[in-house]
């Protein structure tokens, strides 16, 4: 009996070592074979390709807009640029520019110092040559998520003997459509024009 107690005792301590424990005990403690690791965040669905800025604005468009022949004078991937001329002295030109930015936020920024600018460069010029700075502006409540429609003079009056301009800017999301006519002839209506350019190229974007 002396002999075989230590016999039973050793062979429970090798069992207790050695062998497998059942599952609902070894269930009971954290592996720390290797750390656990948190799920990724889904990424987001990428932005599909900004649209080279010539595709939204053709030929007839560009001279629809500004109501003359109009031919091409520049075809970048982000900016087009179109030229009509109704007769001596009167020269117009359209430019569109589209731009990507990394994100909202950054897109608002952008708009917001956009639609500050025009009337800062017309006051400029214009105070070179002496001339009083007409500006004005208005937003376009269903176009893209904001827009901006705006109108500024150089060196004269409006569309005369000065130099007009309007411009119109849009912000989609984190892409903007930026829509600007400088010239000195067939200013009256632009503005609606430009509009009807754009109601057709944000959709694009």
């Not at 007009?164 to 503005?191: C, M, Y």
């Amino acid at each position: 009996m002396r002999l075989i107690l230590p016999v039973l005792l050793a062979s429970a301590a090798v069992a207790a070592c050695g062998g497998e424990q059942p599952a609902a005990a070894a269930s009971r403690w954290p592996s720390f074979d290797a750390p656990a690791t948190a799920a990724a965040p889904a990424a987001d669905a990428p932005a599909p390709p900004l649209p080279r800025a010539c595709t939204l604005v053709g030929a007839e468009q560009a001279q629809t807009v500004l109501a003359t022949e109009a031919g091409l004078m520049a075809d970048e991937p982000e900016s087009c640029m179109w030229s009509g001329s109704a007769g001596v002295g009167n020269l117009t030109m359209l430019n569109l520019t589209v731009i990507d930015n990394d994100d909202e936020a950054m897109a608002v920024q952008v708009y917001n110092g956009i639609i500050g600018m025009q009337g800062q460069l017309a006051g400029l010029v214009n105070a070179e040559v002496g001339e009083k700075t007409r500006k004005s502006g208005q937003e376009i409540d269903d176009l893209g998520d904001e827009a901006w429609l705006s109108a500024a003079s150089y060196g004269g009056s409006f569309g005369r003997h000065g130099v007009g301009a309007r411009q119109l800017v849009v912000r989609k999301g984190r892409r903007l459509l930026n829509i600007n006519v400088t010239g000195t002839s067939q200013l009256d209506g632009l503005g609606e024009r430009m509009q009807a350019l754009a109601r057709t190229a944000v959709p694009q974007l």
